[in-house]
């Protein structure tokens, strides 16, 4: 719930509307959490998640990844069903996809043009003619241009908070220049949506900009931490495991956690700090100086202290329970069918479960 509030807070500070992204809960509990007004805006990475997401009542909804055209029937009954789904494209083909299914159904689908400000992955640079040729077989075509959306992905590689606020300006300059191109050409930009968790909580100014996109705050991992996002303190997401074995002559202890609990993620190893498969923890989720997840197989973690590290191996008893904090909270979260919580005001824990698919 801090994680939540503190985002909302910067959010509100800039003037900018939040669009959380649903992603990484995978969760109807966790979305209420994140969508205090409960009906949206919200962003999603799958169509299940908007199907799920659609049927618990939430109404404004961005799909964000680039349309398949085998998907757009689903877009369809979404809206039928009351939700406005809003696609995402990157090319003229996409573009006159989305435009023809509109004119059959005499639904106009909604539509983001994708930016590209960074090299990270998808989308169009701000000045290419494209992004014109496609707003107008949008509008033309009986589908709903709604606007342009960049995610600064290369920001998880920007360490620090000054660096990950320049990938914020260049993410919206961006988004602005491709805004005023669109509208410069007589088509209507009323949606500029920016975003990724580090450019989120980094940004100062986000003039232009109307709406603003994270995910993984919910939970933050040890990627965000590694990269000065987040405290390791602030990561509200763990896997319990429990010590089955010790191997004393190479300096490791057993857990029952490997890689189908943890994932095999290793998104730390490039980072200044490599975490292995995850940084230990108590039960009480304290990290233990140094001791890591060094090594899984499928059902089998091997927990040792940090290669770098001259600590000590703790005295930890068969049956010690454990807490693994993730590299990846999103693709740790998605190896399990629920999650359980701790109230934020004491309590009996609860369980909220947690789907997956697409």
């Known amino acids: 719930m801090r994680n939540i509030e503190r985002l909302a807070a910067h959010a509100a500070s800039l003037g900018v509307p939040l669009r959380p992204h649903l ?11 994140m969508l205090p007004g409960g009906t949206g805006p919200a962003m999603v990475s799958t169509l299940a998640e908007a199907e799920v997401f659609a049927a618990a009542g939430i109404r404004d909804i961005t799909y964000g990844v680039g349309i398949a055209l085998n998907k757009l029937n689903r877009v369809l009954d979404l809206h039928r069903a009351g939700c406005r789904l809003t696609v995402l494209v990157d090319s003229a083909p996409q573009a006159r996809a989305v435009a023809d299914a509109s004119a059959r159904a005499g639904i106009a689908i909604p539509a983001l043009i994708e930016i590209d400000s960074d090299g990270h992955r998808s989308g169009l640079v701000p000045d290419d003619p494209e992004i014109i040729e496609i707003g107008r077989i949008l509008q033309d075509g009986g589908a709903e241009l709604a606007g342009v959306l960049c995610h600064a992905g290369q920001s998880y590689g920007a360490v620090g908070r000054a660096a990950q606020a320049k990938f914020a300006e260049v993410e919206r300059t961006a988004l602005v220049a491709a805004a005023e191109a669109l509208r410069g050409a007589g088509l209507p930009c009323p949606v500029v949506s920016a975003g990724s968790t580090p450019t989120a909580h980094a940004a100062t100014d986000l003039t232009g900009v109307t709406e603003l996109r994270a995910g993984v705050y919910v939970f933050f991992d040890l990627v965000m931490a590694g990269i000065g996002a987040c405290a390791v303190d602030d990561i509200a997401l763990s896997v319990l495991t429990t010590v089955i074995g010790h191997q004393p002559a190479r300096g490791s202890i057993m857990v029952d956690a490997g890689w189908m609990a943890m994932s095999r993620d290793r998104g730390t190893a490039a980072q200044e700090v490599d975490q292995g498969y995850g940084l230990v923890c108590d039960e ?16 089998h973690g091997t927990i040792a202290a940090r290669p ?7 005295d930890l008893p068969i049956g010690t329970r454990l807490r693994i904090l993730p590299n990846h909270a999103c693709a740790t979260a998605s190896q399990h069918g629920e999650y359980h919580v701790i109230p934020k005001d004491g309590g ?11």
């Open 308 to 314: 770098s590290s001259d600590a000590a191996m703790p």
């Open 23 to 33: 992603k990484t809960g995978k969760s109807v509990e966790v979305a209420r959490r």
């Open 284 to 299: 009480a989720g304290r990290p233990i100086p140094d001791l890591i997840v060094t090594q899984t197989s499928q059902e």
């Open 348 to 358: 009996p824990l609860m369980e909220w479960p947690r789907f997956g698919g697409w």
